[in-house]
């Protein structure tokens, strides 16, 4: 069964701190799908990104980046210089190609504050 | 374009009585999801479409909930005899084809069973 641990519940921080969320998952896939997804306080989950398990490569886009590492199953997400805006809940999500739904198994989500 | 819809975004009713929550999807989006959000929760899974038909419901809590996409696009997720745990956020997502794609939320319809 898959599953995906967000052990961080909720981190505070000053205004233009680094900040790393954790994610860590299981599965017995092979191929795999991993996503990150925002939840502002508005409610609505708005994606952020998605990596196959065949692409270890990390990622950059402005002020975000992603480390995805197979061998400890682990999909961190570091938002660089931290905005007041990046304050909500980061959920991290898990697909496995082999289901006929691609449905998505969600961690519990970590609440972050970024404080002026 | 437009993105994922749903209405009502609220909706509070009594015990036993029974609620339609209705999802539009992203215009060509053959893929679409119904997700339960409890509160401080990630998202669960509720069922899945892939057209017309329901190709993994195997996320529904009880046979007090049904949903259907007759038409292939709009969806409506329907809930009998309500009761108070079923309060929470339903969310509607979704994707181009499915596997393993990208789905798109909506806002969510919030309930609420008194």
């Known amino acids: 069964a898959q599953k995906v641990t967000q052990a961080q519940t909720e981190i505070s921080v000053v205004e233009k701190e680094d900040v790393t969320l954790d994610c860590v998952y299981e599965t017995r896939d092979t191929t795999y799908y991993l996503f990150w997804y925002k939840q502002p306080p508005s409610g609505e989950l708005v994606f952020l990104i998605r990596r196959n398990s065949f692409d270890e490569q990390n990622e950059i886009s402005g002020r975000y980046s992603w480390n995805f590492q197979k061998s400890t199953s682990s999909f961190n997400f570091t938002i660089t210089a931290s905005q007041v805006v990046d304050s909500a809940v980061y959920f991290c999500a898990l697909s496995e190609s082999n289901r006929i739904s691609s449905r998505l198994t969600f961690g519990e989500g970590t609440q972050l504050t970024v404080n002026p | 374009g437009a993105g994922v819809s749903q209405t009502p975004s609220n909706k509070v009713t009594e015990k036993g009585k029974y609620v339609e929550l209705r999802c539009d999807p992203i215009?060509?989006?053959?893929?679409l999801y119904w997700y339960r959000q409890s509160l401080g929760q990630g998202p669960e899974f509720l069922i899945y479409?892939?057209?017309?038909?329901?190709?993994?419901d195997s996320g529904l809590p009880n046979d007090r909930f049904f949903a259907v996409r007759p038409e292939g696009s709009v969806s409506t997720l329907k809930i009998q005899r309500t009761e108070r745990g079923d309060s929470a956020v339903y969310l509607c997502a979704s994707s181009l084809m499915g596997r393993g794609e990208t789905q798109y939320f909506g806002p969510g319809t919030r309930l609420l069973v008194l």
């Open positions: 479409f892939q057209g017309t038909g329901a190709a993994d």
């Open positions: 215009s060509g989006h053959t893929a």
